[in-house]
């Protein structure tokens, strides 16, 4: 998979986007969804990555800088029909090496907590993230699972 800016004003990502707002939205109760929309990506404090293999667009990832030490991983997701093949695990190591790069001491995410977001809490539980506490505004709510990664040491 190559990965390259994201480009938020390309149709393919945009309507990749809209799927995985809308389905993550779909699959949590009101209230609890937090996937970011084009805008919310279109933010300065926000690095979007898009996954290509050939020409066919198969990821996305995103980096929301929180603080100077404390970073947030951001619409995760990948295409239904390029599942189970490292995708995702290649995108979330790009933004943990992003991540680190801007010398992050932690990168914490949300993800949501019923059967169907249980691949991508396995995804980030094999790449050494942990259960935590709300962070950033998050509130506990038993519709979310919150996770960190400490990088420094790493």
């Given at each position: 998979?190559?990965?390259?800016?994201?480009?938020?004003?390309?149709?393919?990502?945009?309507?990749?986007?809209?799927?995985?707002?809308?389905?993550?939205?779909?699959?949590?109760?009101?209230?609890?969804a937090h996937a970011l929309d084009l805008s919310g990506l279109r933010a300065p404090e926000i690095a979007f990555w898009t996954g290509w293999d050939g020409e066919a667009l198969v990821a996305t990832g995103a980096l929301k800088m929180l603080?100077?030490?404390?970073?947030?991983?951001?619409?995760?997701?990948?295409?239904?029909?390029?599942?189970?093949?490292?995708?995702?695990?290649?995108?979330?190591?790009?933004?943990v090496a992003a991540a680190r790069a801007r010398g992050l001491a932690?990168?914490?995410l949300e993800t949501g907590s019923s059967d169907y977001f249980k691949p991508a809490?396995?995804?980030?539980?094999?790449?050494?993230?942990?259960?935590?506490?709300?962070?950033?505004?998050?509130?506990?709510?038993?519709?979310?699972?919150f996770l960190t990664l400490e990088l420094s040491g790493r």
């Open positions: 998979m190559q990965i390259r800016p994201g480009d938020t004003y390309d149709p393919r990502v945009i309507a990749l986007l809209d799927h995985h707002v809308t389905t993550a939205r779909a699959q949590t109760a009101p209230g609890s603080s100077a030490g404390h970073g947030e991983v951001k619409s995760m997701h990948t295409v239904q029909t390029a599942r189970r093949r490292g995708f995702a695990g290649q995108m979330l190591g790009h933004i932690r990168l914490s809490c396995a995804l980030y539980r094999a790449h050494g993230f942990v259960d935590c506490a709300p962070f950033e505004g998050y509130v506990e709510d038993p519709n979310s699972l």
